[in-house]
């Protein structure tokens, strides 16, 4: 595919372009003023030159730019180290936004002809979303895509900006494949660039190559990384050819002692869409891949790296993924349903139907019963397994198609990436009802929590922006909410009808928190996992004329009817007195609610 190349505003300036991630294409009208003739910067969902084949994905190459900052081709084990200076030019950090008022992402407005606000409200209007069903114009399906969803709140705060590094780059090499970003901890963040899969120590501010396949690596030949897992003491990378490499993390050969390395199809259309590592309870460490030639396989890590399952559907699978501890897998691909296969017998369990383009994000929450789903429509669909006639509640995204769904390992959160400029992060425990906006520009490559959820990392890959944000969990101290701060003006009055349960106090706390009484020094600070700024755990929103608000499963235990934690709270605003039933059930949940807190107090 042949791209453009021409000139962004954004752009502009003496620093010198990076690397030529991904393309962006400006939009221009000699009807609309400077502004916005210049500021259109369209993800590449939007291109029209790009194939809507319905089974196969169109390819994409990227071109390397030679510039200084790439890591050679003859050393492996290349780190990547910038002088202080270099750092405090490039790089932003909480202080600097709060004391200097500067960017997040360092672009410099106050040299641009156009304000944030204006190039923001431009982009959310001339942006034209890539669909494969829907009709091209956002505006034939958007206003009936937004009537099913639920209204939410952009208003949350749960993670703190803490640095934007711009010396940490990203490759996209398929448009529609964003699942490039992986975090094992704080210290340690996967990322791929320049076929190759990079290491990233926030502690150290180094890059490291870990897995070099421009060629000279495990037998392949050059390999355009599509997909990447890390996960289970495995890295597993995906390439366009359906290649798949696999290497034990810590591995310094730089691929050449992988567990695995080669095609897992011979299909001249079978590229490595989506790649999960999971345990299974009998086979162990497992890598499952899903390829554009309609096939989910599964491959156990050990001994001999064999695969153990093969299943095939009527339309090319863009991502699969395993439920937690249990036996049944959910897939996405060229077609708006999502099928829910049986592992043991291919048989399909469920197939669920909410949506209304092709789907290329699925994850499912820790606990088992909530799978989430990403669709070109741009929604996203969480269903509750157990009822699967229709999902519990649909979500919208802001102007792209859902590319990247991940659930914190605690549970608390959903986050949903769209292709570029948004990730949202859902309080789980909300019922949905509050979401935490990241704001920004560029296409994004990736994100992912950390195993401890305390941390969550965005991958920016763009030609002179491109980086890696760092977002810490929300305790009450740092930067407050910079990120979201530029989206809150933009944000609509969505979330009328929904009032709070707790009464908030100045300091935007609560008066009374379940999880350590009085708002001045409650569990809430150390338990990020259930209890945030005193929010209830168990219900937290409250819609005006619904008596029974959705409240996501605290507990690892299956929620039976018997054992329901849908709590009849009484319909908001209700004057009148709650009976002695009413409270016994609210204690009983709120008492389960400590104990699981509690029990995993360790983990913060």
Request: hydrophobic share 40%; with cysteine; net charge negative.
């Amino acid at each position: 595919m042949e791209e453009e190349h021409m000139e962004d505003p954004l752009h502009e300036g003496d620093m010198e372009p990076v690397e030529v991630d991904h393309v962006v294409e400006l939009a221009s009208s000699d009807d609309d003023d400077d502004v916005e003739a210049a500021s259109v910067a369209l993800d590449m969902d939007a291109r029209s030159d790009v194939s809507d084949e319905p089974r196969a994905l169109a390819r994409m190459e990227h071109p390397v730019d030679d510039d200084a900052t790439t890591v050679a081709e003859s050393d492996a084990d290349t780190v990547l180290m910038f002088s202080d200076d270099e750092e405090d030019e490039l790089d932003t950090t909480a202080e600097q936004v709060v004391r200097e008022g500067r960017d997040v992402q360092g672009i410099p407005w106050d040299r641009l002809q156009f304000t944030r606000d204006h190039y923001r409200e431009t982009r959310l209007r001339q942006y034209r979303n890539y669909v494969n069903v829907l009709p091209e114009d956002p505006a034939e399906y958007r206003p009936e895509v937004l009537k099913g969803c639920k209204p939410v709140s952009r208003h949350g705060h749960f993670f703190d900006f803490v640095r934007n590094n711009r010396a940490v780059h990203s490759n996209i090499v398929h448009f529609q494949l964003r699942n490039l970003v992986w975090a094992t901890s704080r210290n340690d963040v996967f990322l791929v660039h320049d076929n190759a899969v990079n290491h990233w120590s926030p502690a150290t501010r180094k890059t490291t190559e870990v897995l070099n396949l421009r060629g000279r690596g495990p037998g392949l030949g050059r390999v355009q990384i599509s997909t990447l897992c890390v996960r289970e003491g495995l890295l597993a990378a995906g390439g366009f050819q359906g290649e798949l490499v696999v290497t034990k993390l810590g591995d310094t050969s730089g691929g050449a002692n992988a567990v695995f390395s080669g095609r897992v199809t011979a299909s001249e259309n079978g590229i490595t869409n989506g790649i999960e590592v999971y345990a299974s309870p009998s086979a162990g460490p497992c890598v499952m891949t899903s390829n554009n030639d309609a096939v989910v396989r599964v491959f156990a890590a050990q001994p001999g790296f064999k695969r153990i399952a093969q299943f095939s559907y009527p339309w090319a699978v863009n991502y699969a993924t395993v439920r937690p501890e249990g036996h049944v897998v959910a897939v996405v691909g060229d077609d708006p349903e999502t099928v829910v296969t049986d592992l043991r017998s291919g048989a399909t369990v469920h197939t669920l139907r909410a949506q209304a383009d092709f789907s290329f994000a699925a994850a499912w929450h820790p606990h088992g019963n909530l799978l989430a789903t990403g669709n070109q429509d741009t929604t996203t669909a969480v269903w509750d397994i157990r009822a699967p006639a229709a999902p519990l509640v649909k979500l919208a995204g802001r102007m792209g198609a859902i590319r990247s769904l991940r659930f914190s390992p605690c549970g608390r959160f959903l986050a949903a990436a769209e292709p570029a400029d948004f990730v949202h992060v859902y309080d789980v425990a909300a019922g949905f009802a509050t979401s935490q906006e990241a704001d920004l520009f560029g296409e994004i490559a990736g994100i992912s929590f950390t195993p401890r959820a305390d941390a969550l990392f965005v991958g920016v890959a763009d030609i002179t922006y491109a980086s890696l944000l760092q977002l810490d969990r929300h305790t009450g101290r740092g930067a407050e909410g910079l990120l979201a701060a530029a989206s809150r003006r933009h944000a609509t009055a969505d979330a009328q009808g929904w009032q709070e349960v707790e009464p908030r106090m100045a300091n935007g706390r609560s008066s009374q928190c379940e999880l350590g009484g009085a708002a001045g020094g409650g569990r809430s600070r150390t338990c990020s996992c259930f209890c945030v700024e005193g929010r209830w755990a168990a219900g937290s929103m409250l819609h005006a004329g619904t008596a029974t608000p959705y409240t996501a499963p605290l507990s690892p235990h299956p929620v039976t009817p018997g054992n329901d934690q849908r709590q009849q709270h009484g319909r908001a605003g209700a004057g009148a007195g709650v009976g002695a039933r009413h409270w016994l059930h609210m204690w009983v949940a709120l008492l389960h609610a400590v104990i699981v807190c509690l029990d995993g107090a360790e983990l913060h």
